[in-house]
C-alpha cells in the first residue's frame, strides 16, 4: 500500500504492481486533468465517473491510456493512510452514490476521501500554491451553477 509508481505503463503491467488501497491515477494525454481510482484488488477499482461512483475493472476504467501508482501526490497534507480493508470499505459503501461535482467533488476528492478518511477540498488546498487555479476555479462557479450547488448526496458518507 505504499507503493509509488513515477512512470506511466499500461493497465495490465500496473496491476502487477498494485496492493489493495493503492491510489491508481489514469493519464489522459489531451486533458490538464488526470482520472483517479481506488484500487480494490483482482483488478478492480472504484472510481467516480459522472455521476456516480462506480466499480469496474481496470481494463474497462483505462482503456488504452496509462495508468500509475500515485500515493505520494497527497502526503504534503499530512494525513495516515487508513488500513487497506478501511479504504476498500470506505469505497465500497459509496457505489451507485451521485457524487460528482467538477469543482468540489471529483474523482481525485473521491480517492482521497477513501484513502485518508477526510474530506478535502482540493480548491482550497491549492489555492495556497496557485492564485491563477484560485481565479479559474471561481469563473467555473459563476459560470456552471452545478458547480456551485454540486450533488450533495455523499455528504452523509
Known sequence: MGNTTNKYTTFDR???KCNV???LEIKYPDSTFNHWAVYIGTGYVIHVRHPWTKKEHLSVVAGNKLVRINNDKHLVMNYP???PNEIVSTAE???GIDWYNVQFYGCEMFAIRCRYGVK????DYYNNFDTEFDVS???TSLVNPVV?????QHENY
Open 14 to 16: 500496473i496491476l502487477t
Open 21 to 23: 488501497g493503492d491510489l
Open 81 to 83: 493512510p487508513l488500513e
Open 93 to 95: 459503501d459509496q457505489i
Open 120 to 123: 478535502v477540498n482540493l480548491a
Open 137 to 139: 476555479s471561481k469563473v
Open 148 to 152: 456551485m450547488y454540486g450533488h450533495q
